[in-house]
């Protein structure tokens, strides 16, 4: 024990205590009790990170008085620091401030290393920061005739005494601006070190920001964050269109490329990582930041982006038994992937799952963490081209891919496009009149409010977008304009000038202007194809854990994020729910892009996690296929409804205009459309 | 203890012995006991490098009788390799012979993993391969639906399995030439395993041969070996020149050329990764093998030639303290220096003793291993444009490096030439005639023999090489031609047309023809310069180890391993030592470049090594200006050349025609002659 006439000090959150010789310095007290105190300067009074601020009073709990003078009064080093950088009244330099008595000493959240990060705008759980690289400042001792040892060496020697860091590897790219950034800081430098391992920049001077950049490398887009390495603040987001849709719009035809042409992978992986440099560029611009200041790279993807992104030619992904090349994280460069970052940055793509559950469903587990999930049952979905479905909780995890198509996407669909300004993404038909009302994006106001035609009029209406056509389908759908078996019914073409004969069929017209935008029978069958897909998927997985209804669903993606829970649910996308506990995850794949940016732990978490869940393949359940043509019709008032039934007027079944009295023979005709599906896709 | 009624194997000539139940299989009887035995196919009786000999008949000494029926007879798999690979009477396969009784087992060297190898024609100590990069043939689980691991994480299984290899890690090359290999093969194919940590290629089926290229980078010739890396065997050998002397002939012009220009050291870098890439693909070609199928690359060089072939600016060894970027091996790929070879091959870079003394010295010290010593003292020079010199024995060792110039190569002489066919390359001078007799490279006959003239009429005589000029001077001294302070004797010009008046000095016609050869007395000078200073560094080391005499001494290099080393003594380059003990050790830095090809162990050896010695920094010791100065004059009949004495009849110092009665103006004319010679370089 130590003589208890030596200052007790009491850090504040982590009500860590331990007495300490006079003189010791804040910073000093906190690591020596394992105490969470950022710094890069290495306590020299240079970088402000550890930053403190003393209770003071009487802490009868702890028995102590912290009075001002028990901490030493601010010296030249701390007063020139609040001059040059500003400090607040009430805040202390770590490293400068020392025991002199009993003192509380409380850490700010901003001065932890390891703080809590929570994401605004995006329901995401709060992570800690764990920095996979993080800055050195170090004072690297001169080389002289005498002991003609490397620089490199003497810098290696201060990681060592300074910061405790052996065995550390080093970039050539480093050792070849070793001496340049000696040179020009005078013998002291900041070094980046990675994983704890390898140093990977190095700055002269003190330099104190480091950024990184997440991909979501999705099959239409590529959407990236650029955040800050130490605190986890987002400085830009933005997104790019995935260049290889000239090479086919969905998965399979981009692997049919592959097949079919000679060097077509090469094709493809050149234009996706040309996507990803361009991205990255624009991120930089977008925050200010040079590129070269970018240290670190995650990536997430499907199975088959993930390979492509790589260089790995995605065949054996297009037929059974879809195998992998690497379901394993991969570590790999920015130079390596063509992105023009610092020249020691590094890239780390996430785990693939199967050959259909990608590293993309590895971030989405990781930003929604339903393993960690102690009861209940939790269903994710990643609602894109193909739909990332993962079920279950801490005990049994279990995924899956859906080949929804890109319906959703408002692609393949007659008036569809993608979600921009002039599309129409809400819609409500009235149940007596069938007239609609719509919003539009880019104007505040539904259709029947004020200032909607004036805004529209500088837009235009241009398209009805993912979310729109979902909305529409499902309340035409309740306003009994679709039967449940999907058919437009022609009957009602008498009460409304909005439902016109297309060819044999029927259309409902949305939007009567120019251009005109209809509701097809051919749309609604896409969507029904996409939408059984996707709950054919779930409801796999539902009967691989054994449960008929799942506590809480979470839509990701860009459409998932989108649509109304009510409206998927009323189409019958996801299973029956309590629609209080259906929710939007945002951009889950590239959240948990961010959070591995963010996090050593994250990753290791995610690579554990992956191992242990278990695929289901879609492809060849024959269980899937009967799950698919249950799941084409929409969901009417009955049992398996019971929570969407308590919130809509459910249709009751009823034989329609297009309904077959011989549900053989309707079970027949939808295995034959399914297979025409699959054959165009 | 096994029960006795066991078989009992006893292997030669490891002597490693003991019992195994019957059936168990000679190889897996050798690895259980830790004997030496090769085998890429892990026992599959595929590759052929498990072949065993039994020694038959009765060993008394051990108490066993050896019978041919003592081991299984030879089945399918063994008769199937011997009808297509080929298998001497008298061998069996390690991998399907099997133990049923006592035997005797002969591992041949060939057999062996870790066997001797002896350059032949190489004066270099046998040394041991210890592969770093090893081939392992595996059958590869394969993928299906109920479990769908990544192909990759299957192969890390199997070498897992087969081959007790764990936490594998593996290049993103392999994992794209993954998938194809492992169709290729059906599931069977060979990796290779770099330093036991990373799969760095990946071959369809049996791939038995890897390839090395071990280079070294000389000022002005850039050398390298192709060898197998199983067993050593060089293939190939060659040169080139280094185009960098297009920026200047030695190597403190060529750091001048990037101070001086902006881009400079990006220029000459450039320029060396070229040349290497050309004697990589030369190699290739003139040893029959694909480039894509050299795997590891090992490279020396003085300081400034491994700072620029690795991109370092070597600006800061221009000036004290001469500190280099890194004194630590440094190991990259082969891509990062644009030479052409298998995408996963990997270059290791020799640690670098000092500013001045680098990572060919380092080579050197390998190949010549004076730190294994256990006695007697050693020097070992390296002979170029600067002379490494390496002192010492087990107990400590000296290196340093000097400024020897490019007298040697014969850059900077009158009649000088690099030695190339018509160049003379021996001198001998009849003491009393004063008459030359030659020898020309590319013809067999002295100048005095049967055959010369119409052999050398066929190439001509262009010129002196190197070790032509320091025969000639050291003949000419020996002759009294030249004076101990090497000042061509005129008042000889009487007795000799030889000898003609050249300005206001003398000149010594060597070859009377056209072009018209001389010794000229800025020649003299020259090497007078050049010798001065080898000699002034090697005395310095034997200062500072507190020795008067050496016990051995290597000549290394191109020019030092040509030389004579009488000639080389009589003129002074090296100290005084038993002629019997003085020899040539080849391109020792080449040759330490291609041990540290071959074995791990050597990279571990050198580079503890290296740590341990001492160097000395010959610019700035006041000694070593000293020495120059004194071994500016030729030896003569002193206490200090004993042995050479005893073997030649050295003049006694007198009063030439150039003789200066002041020693001490002498002195300072030297020094200004140093001055004068650094300043030029």
Redesign the interface.
């Known amino acids: 024990m130590a003589p208890s006439n030596e200052p007790l000090v009491i850090f504040t959150p982590s009500g860590r205590r331990g007495r300490f010789a006079p003189g010791t310095t804040v910073l000093d007290a906190g690591r020596a009790l394992g105490v969470d105190i950022d710094s890069v300067c290495g306590g020299r009074g240079i970088c402000g990170r550890c930053q403190v601020r003393q209770g003071v009073g009487s802490f009868a709990k702890h028995g102590i008085e912290s009075r001002p003078e028990h901490l030493s009064p601010e010296g030249e080093v701390e007063a020139d620091y609040r001059r040059r950088a500003g400090l607040a009244a009430d805040r202390r330099l770590g490293c400068t401030a020392a025991l002199l008595g009993d003192v509380v000493i409380d850490v700010p959240p901003e001065s932890q290393v390891h703080r809590q990060v929570v994401r605004k705008g995006i329901d995401v759980r709060p992570f800690a920061i764990d920095p996979v690289v993080r800055l050195h400042y170090v004072e690297v001792a001169?080389?002289?005739?005498a002991s003609?040892?490397?620089?490199?060496?003497r810098v290696h020697e201060a990681l060592a005494t300074e910061w405790g860091l052996a065995n550390i590897e080093?970039n050539?790219h480093v050792?070849?601006a070793?001496?340049?950034a000696l040179?020009a800081g005078d013998y002291r430098v900041t070094v980046a070190v990675h994983d704890g391992r390898a140093v990977s920049a190095i700055w002269a001077g003190l330099h104190d920001r480091a950024y990184g950049v997440a991909i979501d490398v999705g099959s239409t887009t590529i959407a990236g964050h650029l955040a800050r390495l130490d605190n986890g603040a987002v400085l830009a987001s933005d997104g790019v269109m995935n260049p290889q849709i000239r090479f086919g719009e969905d998965l399979m035809s981009r692997v049919s490329y592959a097949m079919l042409h000679e060097g077509g992978a090469g094709e493809m992986t050149r234009a996706v990582r040309g996507a990803l440099a361009k991205l990255v560029a624009g991120l930089a611009t977008k925050a200010g930041v040079p590129a070269r200041e970018i240290l670190e790279l995650t990536v997430v993807g499907n199975p088959i982006m993930h390979h492509l992104v790589?260089?790995?030619?995605p065949?054996?992904l297009g037929t059974?038994?879809?195998?992998?090349?690497?379901?394993?994280a991969?570590r790999?460069t920015a130079a390596?992937l063509g992105i023009r970052a610092h020249p020691g940055a590094r890239v780390y793509v996430l785990p693939?799952i199967?050959?259909h559950v990608g590293a993309d469903t590895a971030g989405v587990i990781l930003a929604e963490t339903p393993h960690r999930d102690a009861s209940g049952v939790r269903l994710v979905v990643d609602v894109g081209t193909n739909a990332e479905i993962v079920l279950g909780n801490r005990d049994r995890l279990l995924a899956a891919s859906s080949p929804t198509g890109p319906a959703f996407e408002g692609a393949q669909i007659s008036g569809g496009q993608r979600a921009a300004p002039g599309a129409i993404e809400r819609v409500r038909i009235d149940r007596r009149t069938l007239e609609p009302r719509i919003r539009v994006i880019g104007c505040e106001a539904w259709s029947d409010e004020r200032g909607f035609a004036e805004q529209v009029a500088a837009i235009g209406i241009t398209g009805i977008c993912g979310s729109g056509i979902v909305e529409a389908i499902a309340e035409l759908f309740l306003a009994g304009v679709i039967t449940p078996d999907g058919i437009i019914d022609g009957m009602l073409a008498a009460r409304t000038p909005r439902i016109v004969a297309d060819d044999r069929v029927f259309a409902y017209v949305v939007h009567d202007g120019a251009p005109l935008l209809v509701i097809t029978q051919n749309d609604v069958r896409a969507i029904q194809l996409a939408k059984a897909a996707l709950y054919a998927g779930a409801r796999l997985l539902m009967d691989r854990l054994a449960v008929d209804a799942v506590d809480e669903i979470r839509l990701a993606g860009a459409f998932g994020s989108q649509i109304d829970p009510l409206h998927a649910m009323v189409l019958g996308l996801i299973p029956d729910c309590d629609l209080e506990h259906v929710g939007s995850a945002g951009n889950a794949a590239g959240t948990g892009a961010l959070i591995a940016l963010l996090s050593a732990a994250a990753r290791t978490e995610i690579e554990a996690v992956v191992r242990t869940v278990e695929?289901i393949?879609t492809a060849?359940e024959p269980r899937f296929q009967e799950h698919f043509v249950e799941a084409l019709a929409f969901p009417h008032r009955t049992a398996e409804f019971t929570n969407l039934g308590r919130v809509v007027d459910l249709p009751a079944r009823r034989s329609g205009a297009g309904r077959d009295p011989d549900p053989r023979a309707a079970q027949r005709r939808r295995r034959a459309a399914l297979a025409a599906a699959r054959e165009d896709r």
């Open positions: 001169r080389p002289e005739l003609p040892s490397g620089d490199l060496a080093t050539l050792v070849r070793l001496q340049p040179e790589l260089g790995i030619d065949t054996p059974a038994p879809f195998a992998l090349a690497t379901d394993r991969v790999t390596e693939c199967a050959g695929k393949e060849v």
